[in-house]
């Protein structure tokens, strides 16, 4: 208490000054519109900022909540999207298919090798088997191959034994997706015949020619092609959509009628032989 005291004695002139500067600068304020307006909108503008640096920092924190949300919904909505388009089309004459979805996460990533492989946070106990498709929110991932209680390994487009059906948006030509490690953005389409007109910049989705992945599921655009002439098929470069180099959440797409689709596909050959 006395060092308060003797704070006030030594700086007495000092905090008198300020408490006559507030004064003052209260009765200016009042007695003018203008300088009320200004010194109001000063103290607006200050609490705003505040207010929004406040928010700014809350909504930092709550980002990982937010995130899970946004997923969860995106899986709503990517499952009605799905089974709205098979509905449309028939698959097999008669199958009709229906896909399901599971969130995951990345846990590792590779895209520097031969064989690239990501592992993600879902396994047997979450359903997750062999052969389902995955894919992120800007497009195809790859195919899981292994599972565990917890985990599984998903083959990545950028692995040289990947292959999956893909085809020409605007004309709805299919060939296969194949890599051929020289960039980790950019896959290749092959066995698509010279007959079919190409542009820089169409588009390449997933054919549906597969019990896998639904049909359109986005994979790049054409960056360059050329010709093939001995085999007569173009060889199109293709830059992915994903950034490979960047993965955090992945869906993955259960297609529930494909053991029913294998099985029939099975049967149909056999009877042909």
Same mark, same amino acid.
Do not use: C
């Given at each position: 208490?006395?060092?308060? *005291? ?19 600068l209260g009765? &200016? ?12 909108n ?9 207010? $929004? &640096?406040?928010?700014? @920092? ?13 997923? $969860?919904e995106n ?18 004459? /008669? ?6 979805? /599971?969130? =995951?996460?990345?846990?590792?990533n ?12 879902k ?16 497009? @195809?991932?790859? %195919?899981?191959?292994?599972?565990s209680?917890?985990? =599984? ?33 950019v896959?290749?389409?092959?066995? @698509? ?6 542009i ?11 019990? *896998?992945?639904p !049909?359109?599921?986005? %994979?790049?655009? *054409? ?13 199109i470069?293709?830059?992915?959509f994903?950034?490979m ?10 297609? !529930? ?7 029939l $596909?099975?049967? /149909? ?5």
């Amino acid at each position: 208490m006395q060092q308060i *005291i003797n704070f006030i004695i030594r700086y007495k002139n000092f905090l008198l000054y300020l408490f006559l500067l507030m004064v003052s600068l209260g009765f &200016t304020i009042q007695s003018h519109s203008y300088h009320q307006s200004s010194f109001f909108n000063s103290s607006s503008w200050l609490t705003g900022n505040i207010y $929004e &640096t406040s928010n700014s @920092i809350s909504s930092y924190f709550d980002l990982d909540d937010e995130n899970k949300k946004l997923v $969860e919904e995106n899986q709503r909505l990517r499952k009605l999207l799905f089974n709205r388009e098979s509905n449309d089309s028939i698959v097999l004459d /008669t199958v009709q298919a229906e896909y399901t979805i /599971t969130t =995951a996460q990345v846990i590792k990533n590779s895209y520097a090798d031969r064989r690239n492989y990501i592992t993600i946070n879902k396994g047997e106990k979450d359903s997750v088997k062999p052969d389902m498709g995955v894919i992120t929110s800007k497009g @195809i991932l790859g %195919i899981v191959e292994n599972t565990s209680n917890h985990f =599984a390994t998903v083959q990545s487009i950028l692995n040289v034994n990947s292959n999956i059906n893909a085809k020409l948006k605007n004309t709805n030509h299919f060939g296969s997706l194949v890599w051929n490690e020289e960039a980790y953005n950019v896959v290749q389409l092959i066995d @698509i015949p010279k007959l079919v007109p190409l542009i820089v910049g169409d588009t390449i989705v997933t054919g549906g020619m597969s019990s *896998i992945f639904p !049909e359109n599921i986005p %994979i790049g655009t *054409i960056k360059k092609f050329q010709l093939d002439n001995a085999q007569g098929f173009w060889r199109i470069d293709i830059t992915l959509f994903n950034d490979m180099t960047n993965i955090k959440n992945v869906y993955i797409v259960n297609n !529930e009628n494909r053991l029913e689709i294998l099985e029939l $596909e099975e049967e /149909t050959i056999s009877n042909d032989q």
